[in-house]
């Protein structure tokens, strides 16, 4: 399989990243934020859906890296960012416009009802593959909302 390298510029590219990232896990402490640059990123070992779906193929995950860029502010709730060993399951991500602009928030949806709110100029968004993919015995499941 080859490495995953996506961009996202709106909402329908966005998400296409959100159903890649759907179930990643991640510790606290492989988030960061730099302020002078506008960007979060996080390094997460995502769950591979496009590979479960094929027949007689094992399950993998794989690491990856999603940056997004023009970061005003963030803000998170149900995160200890004290505790960096601390894992969160990514569950969905999307977008929020503020206004007429391009500007607004995008949200991380974690398990365990945390999020992280990223107050955005626009929508800019980069995940990429960075290195091998492994074997997982399993695959995610969620228990049925009713």
């Not at 402490?29 to 979060?40: E, N, R, T």
């Not at 990514?90 to 999020?115: H, M, S, W, Y």
Request: proline fraction near 3%.
């Amino acid at each position: 399989m080859t490495n995953l390298k996506l961009m996202a510029l709106d909402t329908e590219d966005l998400a296409v990243i959100s159903a890649h990232m759907q179930d990643s896990v991640f510790k606290v402490g492989d988030m960061s934020y730099a302020p002078k640059l506008g960007q979060f990123s996080l390094a997460a070992n995502r769950f591979v859906w496009e590979v479960s779906e094929e027949k007689n193929k094992a399950f993998e995950r794989h690491r990856s890296a999603l940056v997004f860029k023009r970061v005003l502010a963030v803000r998170s709730t149900g995160v200890n960012r004290r505790q960096r060993d601390e894992v969160l399951s990514l569950l969905a991500i999307r977008f929020e416009q503020k206004g007429e602009g391009p500007d607004g928030t995008i949200e991380l949806t974690l398990a365990g009802n945390a999020t992280i709110a990223l107050d955005v100029e626009c929508i800019e968004v980069q995940l990429a593959d960075i290195g091998g993919a492994w074997e997982t015995a399993h695959m995610p499941t969620h228990p049925d909302a009713g």
